[in-house]
Structures are given as structure tokens and as C-alpha cells.
């Protein structure tokens, strides 16, 4: 069994997407350690509903903050601050899929960031990378920080409007595997997110 990490470039680059797709190729289990605002959707819901898979599990996340922000400013807005101490991978004899709130620099709290988070678990990364102007950037920074501080990378998901020459440039510079790619969604559904589950469960299968 295998836990991984699922890290963006940057924010709304599909994080929560792509986790459904490997929830549902894995039929892992879910984790979403931090949930900032939108309480009542939250992305354990959103994951929970696009997910076919009667094996899995979906575990509580361990802060729930009301302010959709970045999670250390949301904390302090409901007087609370998050311990990297009390965020302890759950649990399970299934593979485990963790999606972490927002990009590797953003602050849980006042001196540490989700990056401290990964260095603290040692647990292997999937990059989430989409297409715009300025993803070719986010995406190296993003995995030489990681290579940086030694978390293993597994590799790369694009998701979203392919640009073949942008996705050939990144992988070609960073070596870095491409574990597959989400094509963008017209709608999302359980049969859509079943789908496209299919397509990368082989390259996934070949990581555990």
C-alpha cells in the first residue's frame, strides 16, 4: 500500500480533480489535512461524490477553517493556528491520497509552510501542472524546491487544455516523469472521473 501526495504549481490548477481520478484508479482512501472555507462543499465532499469506488475511505480533515484563504491567515481569523505536529497521515491499509491546500509555499502558520509539511512526512509527490502563461515557470520552481529538500517526486500530471510544446519543454529540462494527463472536463461526474481513471490507472499501478 502507498501514500501519496498530491501538490499543485499553484492555486486552481485541479488538485482536487486529479485526486478524484487517483481515488478512483487506486481505490485509495482520501485525505484533505486542511479545509479553507466553503465548508459545506469542501473538496472531501466534492472528491467523495465524483468517486465510484465502494473501497475507499474518506477521513475528516483535521482543520476546518471558515475564511477562504490562505490557511495560516484563515487560522488566525478563527483564532486558532495549525500544528504541523497534529497533522499525522491517518491510518489505513489502503493507498492513501493526500491533497494538500494550495502550492508548496504557502504558510500553514507564522514559520512554516506546506513544503516543512512534506519534509516532515517523506512521503512521495505527484505535481499537478496546467497550462497558462507562466505554468512553465511555476512548474520547474516547484520541482526544484522539491528536489532541493529531497521529497521524492513520483512525477508530473497536466491537467487541463493540452500545450504540447509547454508539457514537452518541462519534461524534457526536468527529466521528470509524466505520469499522464486530464484532459479539460466538460462537466464532472462520476462516470467522467471513471473514465479518465482508466486512462492512468496502468502508469499508476506501476508506482505502488
Known amino acids: 500500500m502507498r501514500t501519496i501526495v498530491i501538490a499543485g504549481i499553484g492555486t486552481e490548477v485541479?488538485?482536487?480533480?486529479?485526486?478524484?481520478?487517483?481515488?478512483?484508479?487506486?481505490?485509495?482512501d482520501?485525505?484533505?489535512?486542511?479545509?479553507?472555507?466553503?465548508?459545506?462543499h469542501s473538496d472531501t465532499l466534492k472528491v467523495q461524490?465524483?468517486?465510484?469506488?465502494?473501497?475507499?475511505?474518506f477521513h475528516s480533515e483535521k482543520y476546518r477553517l471558515n475564511t477562504p484563504m490562505s490557511p495560516h491567515a484563515a487560522a488566525e481569523i478563527d483564532s486558532t493556528e495549525i500544528n504541523l505536529k497534529a497533522l499525522?497521515?491517518?491510518?489505513?491499509?489502503?493507498?492513501l491520497i493526500i491533497e494538500l491546500a494550495g502550492g508548496l509555499m504557502v504558510p500553514l502558520n507564522s514559520e512554516k509552510l506546506n513544503l516543512d509539511l512534506l519534509k516532515s512526512w517523506m512521503v512521495p509527490v505527484i505535481l499537478v501542472s496546467k497550462n497558462y502563461l507562466g505554468s512553465i515557470n511555476h512548474t520547474l520552481l516547484s520541482l526544484e524546491v522539491l528536489k532541493?529538500?529531497?521529497?521524492?517526486?513520483?512525477?508530473?500530471?497536466?491537467?487541463?487544455?493540452?500545450?504540447?510544446?509547454?508539457?514537452?519543454?518541462?519534461?524534457?529540462?526536468?527529466?521528470?516523469?509524466?505520469?499522464?494527463?486530464?484532459?479539460e472536463l466538460p462537466e464532472l461526474n462520476k462516470k467522467i472521473i471513471k473514465v479518465q481513471a482508466e486512462k492512468i490507472k496502468s502508469e499508476l499501478q506501476k508506482l505502488l
Open 14 to 28: 485541479g488538485k482536487t480533480v486529479v485526486s478524484a481520478v487517483l481515488v478512483e484508479a487506486l481505490q485509495a
Open 30 to 40: 482520501y485525505w484533505k489535512p486542511i479545509q479553507a472555507g466553503d465548508l459545506e
Open 49 to 57: 461524490k465524483l468517486v465510484s469506488s465502494k473501497q475507499s475511505f
Open 88 to 95: 499525522n497521515i491517518p491510518e489505513t491499509k489502503n493507498n
Open 148 to 183: 532541493t529538500n529531497k521529497v521524492p517526486v513520483l512525477g508530473i500530471i497536466f491537467n487541463g487544455i493540452e500545450n504540447k510544446s509547454t508539457e514537452e519543454f518541462i519534461l524534457n529540462y526536468s527529466n521528470m516523469h509524466c505520469i499522464g494527463r486530464i484532459e
